[in-house]
Each structure stands twice: as C-alpha cells, then as structure tokens.
C-alpha cells in the first residue's frame, strides 16, 4: 500500500504575504500539497498562485485540483505546466479535468459540450502534452486539435513531465485517468454540474467501490502504480461522532451509516479517524487525503500520525 499523505486545498487569500503565509504553515502542519482548484468565481489564477506558494516554501508539493480542460490550449498548457515544473524543481502536480461547473461556462461563454466530448478533447490534450514533455515535439491531427511540430520547451525537470492527476466520478472519466493518470483523486458525481443532493447520493461506499475498480481495470498492468486520492467535503475532529452523523445524515439524504462509512466523510476523535483512514486505505486504496482550510489544524494530529506510513 502507498504511504499516507495529506493535502490543503486553497481558493485565495487576503493578501499575497497572507497566501505565502498559509503556504508555509501548510507545510509546517505536515501536508504535502497544496492544491489549487480552476473554477471563474471568487478564486486565484491557479498557476500564479502555485508558483508564489511553491517560492515560500522549501519542501511543499503544489498542484492544480483540476484544471478545467476547455480553459487552455494543451500546448500553451504544457508549457505552463513544464515551466512551473522546472521553477519548482519537480514539485508540481499537473491535476486535469474535463470541466463540470455550468456556472464556469455561462459566465464565460465558452460553449459547455457534452461530457464525451469533453473527455474526448482532455484525451487529445493529454496526447500532445505527454508528447512535448517526453520527446521535444508534438504533432496531431486530432479529431479537436490540430498541432505540428510543437515544440516542448522548457523540458521539465521531472522525467516524462509533471505527474499527472485526473479525478472524477463516472466511468468514462475514470476510464481515462486509469489510462493516463499517476494519481486517480476519486470524486462524487460531478454530473449535475453544481454541487448539491446528487452529489451526496453519489457518495455511498459502494459507488466509491466501483470508481476505484473502473479506474484500475483501466490502468492494467499498471494498476499497483496508480496513487488513490480521496477528496473530502465533512471533516470534524470531535468526540461525538456518531451524534453528528445522526445530525447531518438528512442534510445529506443518507442514513447515519452511510454517511460514516461515504469516504467524504472524516469524523470522530484523531484515534477514530485514523483507523478510517487506515480501513479505507486497506479497503479501497485511499492514501491520499484532501482536506480544506478550514480543518487544516484539527487534522494536524492525524496526519501526525500517519503521514508517511
């Protein structure tokens, strides 16, 4: 099983020496990632902010939880993506996605297709930009992007390019990260396009069961390589989590019993949630851990703990 590791994600901060700050104390705190999302609502430009965090740390791993596909062309991306390698000396993590959020596309205007075909386009971007990072170049005549001989300077620092996550929670996506992907981060259905009910219905263990398996029948042969992040949305360091679990179950539409064993979830003492992490990793896979700001010093004991275990 892969060691424990744990990861902050992070839309903004008050001011620039508040984001290195926070960059720091994530560090401090034993995470070893610092995860920035790509959404248009009230955020940073992921890529700056990834590079300020990556320049106030020594240690801190700095990623994209994802980039949203339609928003960039592969080739100016992988540059992006080879430069922010280079100038992090090989502690970025390239996290790509198909888009889901309808509110990024209306208020952008960029055309919102179809989930297949978005998926198509990211397998066609995936291509190029593999290509530049491994041999140079890359040419194409895709069935969405047409590029010739383009060229894959900087070359990255980390051999074959910075690893590459994809998360997702339907098939077809997780077909392709377990064809592509280094580290597979497992999600409730994004298909609603917002986050609501469908998304906590989507969360039960047995959906997340058939995720992990999609996405390993995928990969193949290289099934025992892939890296399996889990993405949380409730955690609590509390002493009285089956009373909260009784609490939020409705909020959720799940039973108290769902809700405890739906992998989103992490409540309980810093014991308690340890075993679950512990459980979920022997069961499902699942050694690395998301989190937010908000429960970034309760969980510090946890990953205490279990950090590189």
């Given at each position: ?150 060229l894959g300077t900087p070359t990255p620092v980390t051999a074959g390019g910075p690893p590459i996550v994809i998360g997702g929670g339907s098939k077809r ?137």
């Amino acid at each position: 099983m892969a060691p424990f590791r744990f990861a902050l994600q992070l839309s903004n901060a008050a001011s620039p020496d508040a984001w290195k700050a926070m960059a720091r104390k994530t560090e401090d705190l034993g995470y070893s990632t610092l995860y920035v999302p790509d959404h248009l609502d009230d955020q940073w430009a992921p890529m700056i902010a990834l590079a300020v965090a990556a320049e106030a740390t020594t240690t801190l791993k700095v990623g994209t939880l994802v980039l949203d596909n339609d928003f960039r062309h592969p080739v100016v991306l992988a540059k992006e993506a080879a430069t922010l390698d280079v100038v992090t000396g090989g502690r970025f993590e390239f996290g790509l996605g198909a888009g889901w959020m309808t509110t990024d596309y209306a208020q952008s205007g960029i055309v919102m297709e179809p989930a297949s075909v978005r998926i198509a386009k990211m397998a066609e971007s995936l291509e190029i930009m593999r290509s530049m990072w491994t041999t140079g170049r890359a040419t194409l005549a895709g069935e969405y992007y047409t590029v010739t001989e383009a060229l894959g300077t900087p070359t990255p620092v980390t051999a074959g390019g910075p690893p590459i996550v994809i998360g997702g929670g339907s098939k077809r996506i997780l077909t392709l990260a377990g064809q592509h992907a280094d580290i597979v981060s497992i999600v409730p259905s994004l298909a609603a396009g917002v986050i609501g009910p469908d998304m906590a219905t989507g969360a039960v263990i047995e959906k997340y069961t058939d995720r992990v398996a999609w996405a390993k029948e995928a990969a193949g042969e290289r099934a025992d390589q892939l890296e399996f992040q889990c993405w949380t949305a409730v955690v609590q360091v509390v002493p009285n989590a089956a009373e909260l679990f009784e609490t939020l179950a409705p909020a959720f539409g799940l039973t108290p019993a769902q809700l405890a064993a739906a992998p989103i979830a992490l409540v309980g003492t810093t014991g308690e949630i340890a075993e679950t992490l512990q459980k979920r990793r022997e069961e499902l896979g699942f050694s690395y851990i998301v989190v937010h700001e908000a429960e970034m010093e309760a969980l510090a004991p946890v990953i205490a703990e279990l950090a590189g275990t």
